[in-house]
């Protein structure tokens, strides 16, 4: 089965299918009960993984289709390790073609595009994906069995720079007559310009030009505050100079008033203790 994914599944998607392939290795179905129609089997997890969960699995017998409670294949369109050890014990050992998914194979470029009526949508530029990608599927092909072998290679090489000759005259022919294989001009095609730039729904202010931010700057005359009265100051009415001169003061004039009736209290004791004494 792994060899047989190779061959199907792009690279990145068979990495994650043989990581499903081992994990399966590890598991064992258990069947549960039967019915005209189904059969029910359960999957515990391995006692190497730290949750215990247990799946179940429903086997239609009339779509020969199995279905995990896990739902990765419904979600990923990969068949999960589940799905896999059950397909182990009954000895399918190539991948039935029900679990394969089309997009993720190496061939879904080369496949016709059709819309939701299932006619073929055609037009130059999908006919340029499509030979784009079966000729690169063939050229890797060719080098992949060529490069094992130099004379192979040799063959290969010297195949490759005759078609690069002949396809090169085909262009410059083409340039020079300025008439393509369809009758259309070789620059029969509509300049494209940059997106006009949206701002993100949301934003509460509009987009200002250059020239408005730079006289908006000049109208600013600076942070007014409201203690002074002063205009272009870096501080405001919490921390204007001028209250802070005003608190310092009156902190210190009461001190002074302390310090005159102390006085006052030292004179008058003076003066009555010299009439008691006269």
Not at 31 to 40: D, I, Q, R, S, Y
Not at 46 to 72: G, M, Q
């Amino acid at each position: 089965m792994e060899k047989q994914m190779t061959e199907i599944y792009t690279r990145k998607i068979f990495l994650k299918f043989q990581d499903e392939l081992w994990n399966s290795l590890v598991i064992m179905p258990q069947f549960v009960l039967e019915n005209a129609t189904h059969k029910m089997y359960v999957v515990e997890s391995s006692p190497k993984e730290r949750v215990h969960r247990v799946r179940e699995i429903a086997y239609d017998k009339e779509l020969d289709f199995a279905s995990c409670t896990c739902k990765k294949f419904e979600s990923e369109g990969l068949p999960c390790k589940h799905i896999l050890a059950f397909l182990r014990l009954f000895g399918n050992i190539p991948l039935p073609n029900q679990y394969i998914m089309k997009r993720w194979t190496r061939g879904a470029k080369c496949q016709i595009i059709t819309d939701k009526q299932g006619v073929e949508i055609g037009g130059q530029r999908s006919s340029m994906l499509t030979w784009r990608a079966k000729l690169f599927q063939l050229a890797s092909k060719v080098i992949d069995k060529a490069i094992i072998y130099e004379k192979a290679s040799v063959i290969v090489n010297d195949g490759f720079q005759s078609l690069l000759g002949k396809i090169e005259s085909i262009v410059s022919n083409t340039k020079s007559g300025g008439i393509s294989e369809k009758g259309s001009t070789a620059h029969d095609y509509k300049a494209l310009k940059d997106p006009y730039a949206v701002r993100a729904k949301g934003c509460g202010q509009r987009l200002k030009r250059g020239k408005e931010k730079a006289t908006n700057a000049t109208k600013y005359r600076g942070r007014r505050c409201n203690e002074c009265g002063k205009i272009g100051q870096s501080h405001d009415k919490r921390n204007c100079p001028l209250l802070n001169n005003l608190s310092s003061q009156n902190e210190e004039s009461p001190q002074h008033t302390s310090e005159y009736d102390s006085k006052a209290d030292s004179l008058s004791s003076t003066g009555l203790h010299e009439k008691m004494k006269g």
